[in-house]
């Protein structure tokens, strides 16, 4: 069989044939990204760093990336910081006491001049399944997202022994 010319040819070439339909299929399928379209609105998607106790979370849909950390502002209260890439408009953010009910709205206020960088205190969340509803408005396209609460207390660093 390993003889046979044919055979090692077609050994050699299959992989590289497979290789090739891959990211052939993959380019003429694959959603080709867009520019946002003004008035539009966009949901951007959380990362893992929302899930846990992390101190911060992390939003993107493309290009646009969002970045919301949290400090400690007295006992009762937390300072939001809110990144972005791209200069903002306006920013809203609102405690929800669950996923998917309503929220009272708070405008964030601009730190810089650039608008890339806003800031609010708020209070903490009542309870453990509280959510964190936030609008922004970039240009003229509203991007919008709702993650869970939990990540607004950063972990304790571990104990050495």
Same mark, same amino acid.
């Given at each position: 069989?390993? &003889? =046979?010319? !044919?055979?090692?040819?077609?050994?050699?070439?299959?992989?590289? +044939?497979?290789?090739?339909?891959?990211?052939?299929?993959?380019?003429?399928?694959?959603? /080709?990204?867009?520019?946002? @379209?003004?008035?539009?609105?966009?949901? +951007?998607?959380?990362?893992? =760093?929302? /899930?846990?106790? $992390?101190?911060?979370?992390? +939003?993107? =849909?493309?290009?646009? @990336?969002?970045?919301?950390?949290?400090?400690?502002?007295?006992?009762?209260?937390?300072?939001?910081?809110?990144?972005? !890439?791209?200069?903002?408009?306006?920013?809203?953010?609102?405690?929800?006491?669950?996923?998917? &009910?309503?929220?009272?709205?708070?405008?964030? $206020?601009?730190?810089?001049?650039?608008? @890339?960088?806003? $800031?609010?205190?708020?209070?903490?969340?009542?309870?453990?399944?509280?959510?964190?509803?936030?609008?922004?408005?970039?240009?003229?396209? %509203?991007?919008?997202?709702?993650?869970?609460?939990?990540? +607004?207390?950063?972990?304790?660093?571990?104990?050495? %022994?």
């Amino acid at each position: 069989m390993w &003889k =046979n010319k !044919h055979v090692i040819v077609a050994m050699l070439v299959a992989p590289i +044939l497979a290789l090739m339909a891959w990211f052939a299929i993959d380019y003429f399928i694959a959603e /080709r990204p867009h520019a946002a @379209k003004p008035g539009a609105d966009y949901t +951007l998607v959380a990362r893992s =760093n929302c /899930r846990r106790a $992390s101190g911060s979370c992390d +939003l993107f =849909n493309g290009d646009f @990336k969002l970045t919301i950390s949290a400090s400690p502002a007295g006992s009762a209260a937390l300072t939001l910081v809110l990144a972005s !890439h791209f200069p903002l408009v306006a920013a809203t953010i609102g405690m929800a006491p669950g996923p998917g &009910k309503e929220s009272l709205p708070v405008m964030l $206020s601009p730190v810089g001049a650039d608008g @890339k960088t806003w $800031s609010v205190q708020i209070s903490r969340p009542a309870a453990a399944e509280a959510a964190i509803q936030i609008v922004v408005v970039a240009g003229q396209s %509203r991007y919008f997202a709702e993650v869970p609460a939990v990540f +607004l207390v950063a972990d304790a660093p571990a104990s050495t %022994r």
